[in-house]
């Protein structure tokens, strides 16, 4: 018997009903988890998404694209394979699939995370038989601290530079990452500046009813004084060239899940770090994959090999499958690591094997 869902060199693929989730390459018809390029690419005939993907998807890609829409929860049939979308935590509008067809249920989870953001709709739990979740951070050394710690340490890095007269400005991703830290800072240090990626993906944003802090795109004509005391978000690829030289004197920084490892390395001319992640860490993916009630598990993008080894020694079916996602800031950035899975204690603070429920799940 053909499972639900199999992985194709188009992507993630159901045969039934001739559909993709998150294909890298153009297809007919396919779903979306979400607005990263890495999950949602241009190419396609047709597209499903929930509507503010849908809307930053335009944005993104094009205008002409064809996306019909599902709410969170309502239920779609494709030549008889029910799809409903849940929420993943992950960004605004990030979601995960549900497929069901004759009884048997698939979750593609795309990214997610469990700490609340403010801005994405939290992670919800879908039972089912089948799970295919990202491991971006899947080892035991990624455990985030609560979001409060992380912003109170941007905060004070922001103000001692405010005090100083030196500008702040840090790296993040121009949707999702950039809009939580504009929610999450004490923005009474100072006004807010954005690099225009940054600005396009707030309009969007709150154009869809997303509420945020005043802010201002930085344009030629902003004055060299208004970087003083301000927090310059921008994607990471413009920090050092032409466009930060009126900011100077500037301090730069990150925020980021891999700042967790190597942090200096990964810094490399930035002076400050803050783990900072729109990922599940370890025991985040594990809490997940046990409240599925799965059985089998399918680790993509991130360290696949690892978690799913793990995932086998509690008694989980689980396998490894590779994908063109690139998670957070690469996977890439995973292997450079070579961390070996011996080095840390897989156990600690994670279900045993006696969680592991046995048997044929009722849904």
Not at 3 to 30: M, N
Not at 52 to 67: F, N, P, W
Not at 334 to 340: H, L, M, P, S, Y
């Amino acid at each position: 018997m053909p499972s639900l869902l199999s992985f194709t060199p188009r992507g993630i693929y159901c045969e039934q009903a001739d559909v993709f989730i998150d294909p890298w390459k153009g297809v007919d018809r396919a779903i979306i988890t979400h607005a990263h390029s890495d999950h949602a690419r241009g190419g396609s005939k047709h597209y499903l998404a929930h509507p503010i993907t849908k809307q930053l998807m335009h944005a993104r890609i094009g205008k002409d694209l064809s996306i019909d829409t599902l709410w969170p929860g309502q239920v779609g049939t494709i030549n008889g394979v029910k799809f409903s979308l849940h929420p993943a935590g992950h960004i605004p509008g990030s979601m995960q699939v549900r497929v069901e067809h004759k009884g048997e249920v698939w979750v593609a989870s795309g990214d997610h995370k469990r700490h609340a953001d403010g801005i994405s709709e939290p992670f919800e739990p879908v039972k089912c038989h089948t799970y295919i979740t990202e491991c971006t951070f899947g080892l035991p050394i990624y455990k985030w601290k609560e979001p409060t710690v992380i912003f109170n340490e941007i905060d004070a890095w922001w103000r001692k530079n405010a005090a100083d007269g030196v500008c702040s400005v840090i790296s993040a991703y121009s949707l999702g990452k950039a809009q939580r830290l504009m929610t999450g800072v004490d923005t009474s240090i100072g006004p807010i500046l954005v690099h225009g990626a940054v600005a396009n993906m707030n309009t969007v944003l709150q154009e869809c009813g997303l509420n945020l802090p005043a802010w201002e795109q930085i344009t030629p004509a902003t004055p060299k004084e208004r970087f003083r005391n301000a927090l310059v978000i921008t994607p990471g690829s413009a920090i050092g060239t032409p466009w930060t030289t009126k900011m100077k004197p500037y301090s730069s920084a990150m925020a980021s899940g891999w700042m967790q490892l190597r942090g200096w390395r990964r810094r490399g001319n930035l002076d400050s770090g803050f783990v900072l992640s729109d990922h599940a860490d370890w025991d985040a993916l594990l809490l997940a994959v046990k409240e599925t009630g799965a059985e089998r598990i399918i680790a993509t993008h991130g360290y696949t090999d690892l978690f799913s080894q793990y995932l086998r020694s509690m008694g989980y079916n689980a396998t490894a499958e590779s994908t063109e996602f690139g998670g957070e800031d690469g996977v890439e950035k995973a292997k450079e690591d070579n961390v070996q899975f011996s080095m840390v204690n897989p156990r600690s603070s994670t279900p045993t094997p006696e969680d592991h429920p046995n048997g044929t799940k009722t849904l």
